[in-house]
Structures are given as C-alpha cells and as structure tokens.
C-alpha cells in the first residue's frame, strides 16, 4: 500500500509542477494606439522615458512610415513611445507654421503624459527637413518646453537654393520623366514663394536648414547641445544611371557638407553617417532615397544611451 501511495505522491508532484508552468505569464510591453487626423500615437507602458517623433517624406502618412521604416516593433521592445505624424507636404516652416506644430506637438505630449520623456525627432527626406527646423524653433522659443534630445534626418534635400539649381539642371537634362516633373513643380513652387535666386538668395537662407553657397547655418543655432544625426547614402552609380545626377547635385554631398560646417562651429553632437546598399523601398526596389537608410538597433541604441 505504501508503494502505491509513494507512486501516487510523485504523479501529483508532477501534474502540480506542470500547471505551474503552464500558469507562467510572461510579461510584455503594453501598447495604446491613438490615431487622429495629425497623428498616430502608439504609446509604450507607463514607465516608458522616451518619445520618437517621426516626420515622413512628402505626402507619406503615418501607415507610409509604418511600411517603410517598420519601426513599431522595435519601439515596443524598447518601450519607447511612437507620434507618426501627418505632417508632410512642407520644404520649409513658415513662422505660423512653426507656432502651429510646436502648439500641436506640446499639446498632444501634453494630453498623453508624454511631456517631460526624452524626446527625439525625426524626419526622412522632407520630414527631415520639418525635423530640424522644428526642433531648433522649440528649443529657442521658452513657451515650448519639449526640448528634443536628439534630433535626425534621413537623405533630406536641406539647401533650397542647391535644389532650385539641381531641379535646373535635371530640366535641361530631360532625362528621367519623374525627375523632370518634380524639377518642375519645385521650381515654379519656389519662384512664386522664395522668389528666383538671381534676385538674390535671402530667402533661401532664411528657410533653408543649410545654405552651403554661404555657409548659412543660422537656422539650426538653437541646436548646439542637441544630439544631431544625419543620414544619407551616396550612391554615386545609382544617381548616374538613374537619374543622370552627378553626386555634387545630391542630397548627400550637401548632408555631408553641412556636417563639417557644424563641427567647425563648435556643434560637438555631430554625427554623419554614410551607408551603402542599405536603401530599399519596402516593394523591394533599389533607392538610396529610401528609410531604410537608417539601421533601427543603432538608432535606438543613440536614443537609449
């Protein structure tokens, strides 16, 4: 009898030990989703410290950003919190516009509880451009008080006057349709709001994040003490054969270029950083133009550190 009851304990030991482990729950990090006609919050857990605000390129919303960055999973792995912002057919900030974001920006970090976070913005192509501008407005205005930590763009076109002049060329050219459109658009766009460069450039200088012909940097002096990433892949082949651009019209010589001017003037939070074949659109097509510029695990690493 002793035997069978001996059997008898050991079995129940066993069934016990694997419901215990059965009952294990296995803790995660909880999101909340909020989407508007500005934005999509995805908000991390209670104890999260760290809001990255994305800006995509023109006409992208936040589901465009979603494809082509892939960024939500990476953030709830390291319960950071997500605004995707619909904020995207701008190459430069008017002053209203600047009040405007700032306000919406506050307010809705405000609402969320995400106020005082480690915040980080963001941008690829034009969002980069909104990226860096925004950011220097919040930091040297005292009503706002959202002070990024970092800020970063992704192959933005930052001296208007050098895209005039590329979108010039690209019409002469006439090689790409797409190139030529847009060179179009852009220089009817900036002759009727900036004016034509050969009555002079100050409004280039005056909205551009850089202006390499006179190495104006003025509009990211709030910026000093700002971590600043800047992102481009200069694909010297790709830009010939697709385009016929030769790499000093590019996106990336001027990323490059403004660069070394912000460390000559005493910005000692500069970081630039050139890749290779690392841009792909999420249809799987070659562009260096592309999100996916940016390696996600080193970027959050930047924010968490």
């Known amino acids: 009898m002793n035997k069978y009851l001996t059997i008898l304990f050991f079995i129940a030991m066993f069934v016990s030990c694997k419901l215990e482990k059965k009952t294990i729950v296995k803790k995660e990090t909880i999101t909340e989703v909020v989407k508007t006609d500005d934005f999509e919050l995805i908000k991390a857990s209670k104890d999260s410290k760290t809001v990255l605000i994305l800006f995509g390129g023109f006409g992208e919303k936040p589901e ?8 939500t999973n990476i953030a709830k792995k390291n319960n950071v919190s997500l605004l995707l912002m619909n904020y995207s057919s701008k ?10 974001l700032a306000t919406l920006l506050q307010k809705t970090l405000e609402n969320h509880n995400l106020q005082n976070k480690n915040i980080f ?7 980069g451009i909104v990226s860096m501008l925004i950011s220097n407005y919040i930091n040297g205005m005292k009503e706002f008080y959202i002070d990024p930590k970092g800020v970063f763009i992704a192959d933005s076109p930052i001296d208007l006057l050098a895209l ?7 019409i002469k050219k006439n090689f790409s349709e797409v190139s030529v459109a847009e060179s179009n658009w852009i220089i009817k766009m900036f002759n009727d709001k900036l004016g034509s460069p050969k009555n002079g450039i100050s409004m280039y200088e005056k909205n551009a994040v850089y202006t390499m012909e006179s190495d104006y940097t003025k509009n990211l002096d709030n910026l000093k003490n700002t971590k600043i990433r800047l992102y481009t892949e200069p694909d010297v082949a790709w830009w010939k054969e697709n385009r016929r651009t030769d790499y000093e019209h590019t996106n990336a010589y001027y990323i490059k270029h403004l660069s070394k001017s912000l460390k000559s003037k005493g910005y000692k939070n500069v970081t630039y950083i050139a890749t290779q074949n690392k841009g792909f659109r999420a249809n799987g097509e070659r562009h260096p133009h592309s999100w996916s510029i940016i390696d996600k695990e080193n970027l959050f690493r930047w924010m968490l550190e």
Do not use: V
């Not at 465009?64 to 960024?71: A, G, H, L, S, T």
């Not at 913005?121 to 969002?127: E, K, L, M």
């Not at 005039?164 to 690209?170: D, F, I, R, W």
């Open 64 to 71: 465009d950003i979603k494809r082509e960055f892939k960024i």
């Open 91 to 100: 190459l430069w900030l008017e002053e209203d516009d600047k009040k405007g």
């Open 164 to 170: 005039y002049k590329a979108s010039e060329l690209n």
């Open 121 to 127: 913005i963001g941008g690829f192509s034009s969002g």
